[in-house]
């Protein structure tokens, strides 16, 4: 018998959804991410991140969603999705079969007297510091998400002004598409 402990109070774990990443090929028309979102929205599921951007041929474009919701209701969204005029695929990743990354820019309070510890952790998570003011500094570190959460939290330590996000980008390993 093993017990799991948790920081969640028990009445929030069945709340719990799991965060799928799903890559959706589209053609670069106006409406087309308003579409997909509305299948999302009819089927009860947060976006958590979106990243959109053209591909090399500018009449398509690549979305990177980041959901949570369900896990029983995910290959009907799928299908759905598929079904879209613009949408030429959407596929659903997994870490066995695909490479994702993150990007956060974060601007801490960092006078001289702090400036050598913020730049330990920069460092420590293979960052680069990309602003330098006498009492502040913009800090770039890529990564998985969870690299990100723990930059964030030593980052903590000192007064965080802000933080951007890219949200994940997703290709597929190997010869396969994304």
Do not use: W
Request: aromatic share 4%; glycine share 6%.
């Amino acid at each position: 018998m093993s017990i799991v402990t948790t920081d969640i109070p028990p009445e929030d774990v069945a709340h719990l959804d799991p965060v799928h990443t799903l890559s959706v090929f589209v053609n670069n028309k106006a409406g087309v991410l308003m579409r997909i979102c509305q299948v999302f929205a009819r089927r009860g599921y947060n976006i958590d991140s979106l990243v959109v951007s053209q591909g090399r041929d500018k009449q398509f474009s690549r979305m990177t969603i980041g959901i949570s919701g369900d896990p029983d209701g995910l290959e009907q969204i799928i299908l759905q999705v598929t079904k879209l005029v613009d949408v030429i695929h959407c596929v659903e990743h997994t870490k066995d079969d695909s490479v994702d990354k993150e990007l956060l820019l974060v601007k801490v309070l960092a006078g001289k007297d702090d400036r050598t510890e913020a730049l330990q952790i920069i460092d420590h998570y293979a960052g680069k510091t990309v602003d330098l003011t006498p009492t502040s500094m913009i800090a770039m570190i890529y990564g998985a998400s969870s690299k990100i959460d723990a930059a964030i939290t030593m980052f903590s330590q000192f007064e965080i002004i802000e933080t951007v996000r890219t949200g994940k980008v997703v290709m597929a390993r190997g010869e396969q598409a994304t």
